[in-house]
């Protein structure tokens, strides 16, 4: 089936640490996007990638860093400089630039926890 | 500035009957997409019905329409014969432009703008 994928998704981390999350999409779609959410909010935009290589920094990129080495695949790597990283992350995706409209297709999400 | 603006933190329903979520925009692009999520407790984020700035009708899916008024700058949710299903959170969000290009060379089309969402309860 196609889809996106997000692991883990349950995340518990120490303070000070660097943790991974990992996206990955079978859907041939080119843009992928990482969002946050903060309980009983809207979604912020962390990072987006449209192609292979290239990536521009959203809303609120400090203290995190993204990769987009291959189409399918845009890990979030939440530093220990990002000051309160406990929230729910979703990663999304979408087909070929230049449609007019289409959808943006999320992932389950990824809850962290900062311990 | 809020370019997303979602009035309602809480809405009720009784099962059946219809029930209208509030969305209100600000942009001065005049070429831009409006997208309604839902969000069960879950987490998933479903997507629900877009709308497009140049599209002369409302749209429609299922028992899902958007009631855009343009001039208000507001693209209100219309859920007709509510589910219990449909308690969830619901959010407004908002793509701008068609086809700026970043300085990479890539356009940014995609991005979204998302409100702060309505919490629907379904009641029996």
């Known amino acids: 089936d196609g889809g996106i994928t997000q692991s883990p998704k349950y995340l518990f981390r120490k303070e000070g640490q660097n943790v991974t999350l990992s996206c990955e999409q079978n859907?041939?779609?080119?843009?992928m996007y990482w969002y946050r959410q903060d309980p009983g909010q809207g979604l912020r935009l962390i990072y987006y990638?449209?192609?292979?290589?290239?990536?521009q920094k959203g809303d609120i990129a400090e203290g995190y860093s993204v990769s987009r080495e291959k189409k399918e695949s845009f890990p979030l790597t939440v530093t220990s400089a990002q000051k309160n990283p406990t929230a729910f992350y979703l990663c999304?995706?979408?087909?070929?630039?230049?449609?007019?409209?289409?959808?943006?297709?999320f992932g389950p999400g990824t809850r962290l926890t900062v311990l | 500035a809020q370019k997303i603006t979602q009035t309602q933190p809480g809405m009720f329903v009784q099962e059946k009957e219809a029930v209208t979520l509030d969305c209100t925009y600000d942009t001065s692009d005049p070429s831009y997409g409006l997208f309604w999520y839902k969000q069960p407790s879950s987490g998933e984020m479903i997507f629900l019905i877009y709308?497009?700035?140049?599209?002369?009708q409302n749209a429609t899916e299922g028992r899902y329409s958007l009631n855009f008024q343009k001039a208000r700058k507001s693209a209100n949710l219309v859920i007709s014969a509510s589910q219990l299903g449909d308690s969830a959170m619901y959010f407004c969000?908002?793509?701008?432009?068609?086809?700026?290009?970043?300085?990479?060379?890539?356009?940014?089309?995609?991005?979204?703008?998302f409100g702060q969402g309505t919490i629907l309860t379904v009641h029996p």
């Open positions: 999304a995706s979408r087909g070929k630039a230049g449609y007019s409209y289409n959808e943006q297709f």
């Open positions: 969000a908002m793509r701008e432009g068609a086809g700026r290009v970043s300085n990479a060379g890539g356009t940014s089309y995609g991005k979204l703008t």
């Open positions: 859907l041939n779609h080119d843009a």
């Open positions: 709308q497009g700035s140049y599209d002369q």
């Open positions: 990638s449209q192609i292979v290589n290239d990536f």
